[in-house]
């Protein structure tokens, strides 16, 4: 069973916790528990997928604003992705969720911005320490250095 709504969230928070204090929880509760566990799992391979993407054009983000002396902080834009972003959201409880894990993205992808730009990580050719043919760049940890 797929829990889609924080009430059904809530609910089997209350039951989780009142079988606990029984000692176990239902086969039933169980066999949910471990479905949702597995649906986490599943959810969060995705978003470690999307965030690669995402850090990725970030970083063209990064090399264009070095290249043309732009600030890393535009507020206008964050403002404008978290009004976009925020209305895929359609409940009102999770889109507040939703806009302190976006605001949080944000924050990071900043950082990445800043540090790219100062020369504290690889990411931009011409900075010392990038080896400008992308072959010889050494793999993420968990990629595949073939693709």
């Known amino acids: 069973?797929?829990?889609?709504?924080?009430?059904?969230?809530?609910?089997?928070l209350k039951l989780m916790i009142a079988a606990g204090r029984k000692?176990?929880?239902?086969?039933?509760?169980?066999i949910e528990l471990k479905e949702a566990r597995k649906e986490i799992r599943e959810t969060d391979r995705m978003m470690a997928e999307l965030f690669r993407k995402r850090m990725e054009a970030v970083r063209s983000i990064a090399a264009y604003k070095k290249e043309h002396g732009l600030p890393v902080t535009d507020e206008e834009q964050e403002k404008k992705v978290l009004?976009?972003?925020?209305?895929?959201?359609?409940?009102?409880?999770?889109?507040?969720?939703?806009?302190?894990?976006?605001?949080?993205t944000i924050a990071v992808s900043r950082q990445y911005q800043e540090d790219l730009i100062?020369?504290?990580?690889?990411?931009?050719?011409?900075i010392p320490g990038i080896p400008e043919?992308?072959?010889?760049a050494e793999a993420c940890p968990g990629e595949d250095p073939k693709q």
């Open 1 to 12: 069973m797929l829990i889609t709504t924080s009430i059904q969230c809530s609910a089997l």
């Open 23 to 30: 000692g176990r929880l239902s086969n039933t509760m169980a």
């Open 83 to 104: 009004e976009l972003n925020s209305s895929y959201i359609k409940d009102d409880v999770l889109r507040q969720y939703y806009l302190i894990f976006m605001k949080n």
């Open 118 to 126: 100062k020369g504290d990580i690889p990411g931009i050719p011409g």
């Open 133 to 136: 043919d992308p072959q010889k």
